[in-house]
Nanobody, 119 residues
């Protein structure tokens, strides 16, 4: 079954860290660039970080130097994509999703994981 399941979100103070995980089930994910997207209230969903099948990464300007994306090889066709988030800011508050880049190449959106940065 092809699906995306995000986890690891939570409530954190400014300056704190979180590590998000995305379990991407399905062998087709192997060949695609994977990305972490986020959607803040009343804002459009945006791509914040991506990692190619060979491990090359790219970041949005707002998270560059603070976030790190990585991916694991598949275990039984389940690929894991991580997003290490450091030095979190209020503006990082959003629901975070993972998907292919561009999105929708293999699966629709998962439920996402909520990240709230608050003092």
């Amino acid at each position: 079954q092809v699906q995306l399941v995000e986890s690891g979100g939570g409530l954190v103070q400014p300056g704190g860290s979180l590590r998000l995980s995305c379990a991407a089930s399905g062998s087709r994910f192997r060949v695609y660039t994977m990305g972490w997207y986020r959607q803040a209230p009343e804002k459009k969903r945006e791509l914040v970080a991506s990692v190619t099948s060979s491990g090359s990464t790219n970041y949005g300007d707002s998270v560059k130097g603070r976030f790190t994306i990585s991916r694991d090889n598949a275990k039984n066709t389940v690929y894991t994509v991580y997003l290490q988030m450091n030095s979190l800011k209020f503006d990082d508050t959003a629901v975070y999703y993972c998907n292919t880049v561009p999105h929708g190449l293999v699966s629709s959106w998962g439920r996402g994981t909520q990240v709230t940065v608050s003092s």
